[in-house]
């Protein structure tokens, strides 16, 4: 089995104040954190889970927000929010983080999600999800391509996705033929 993106845990150090995630902080659609919360590491409990800049946090609970961060420290987070560390020579995580904010990854969650107050897409199902493994030099244009519009402030994941789909074709149609993985395998 690949592990393109294994589901996983930041194991390094932490600083007496540590970002403290909710997914309240995220803006639906866009990843954005709208509010960064800083805590004593001593007042972190329940269930978290840890991570830093390399991840793509993923939240499993009312997919249609289409909650999708790319986080740019190490924290902890809401177990609502799933750890995927991208192996950085297979996969781009600003690519993984396009493709579960896409259209067809969210109608595919969506539909799955069980629970009618508070839906959760269930993780067995979540890893059954097909997603494109295009080269990573691909990969990596497309998220320089996604850095620089960010920097210009231009940001919203609408206008990614002309340029995704121009470059990667429809993930599940997957027109170009690249290597398929399911996300049991990232």
Known sequence: ???????????????????????????????????????????????????DKDYVLYSKLRPYLNKVVLPDDRGFATSELIPLKPDINLLNRVFLACLLRSDQFVEYATKLSGGSRMPRVPMKEFRNFPCILPPINLQN?????????????????????????????????????????TLKDV
């Not at 194991?11 to 954005?32: A, H, P, R, Y």
């Open 1 to 51: 089995m690949m592990r393109v993106a294994p589901e996983t845990q930041y194991k390094g150090d932490f600083n007496s104040d540590v970002w403290l995630l909710n997914l309240d902080m995220i803006e639906q659609n866009t990843g954005i954190v709208i509010d960064k919360v800083m805590v004593s590491i001593d007042t972190v409990k329940g269930s978290v889970f840890t991570f």
């Open 141 to 181: 244009q497309f998220a320089a391509f996604v850095q620089q519009v960010d920097k210009s402030k231009f940001v919203c994941y609408s206008n990614f996705k002309s340029q995704f789909i121009e470059m990667f074709g429809d993930p599940l149609e997957n027109p170009f033929g690249w290597e398929q993985v």
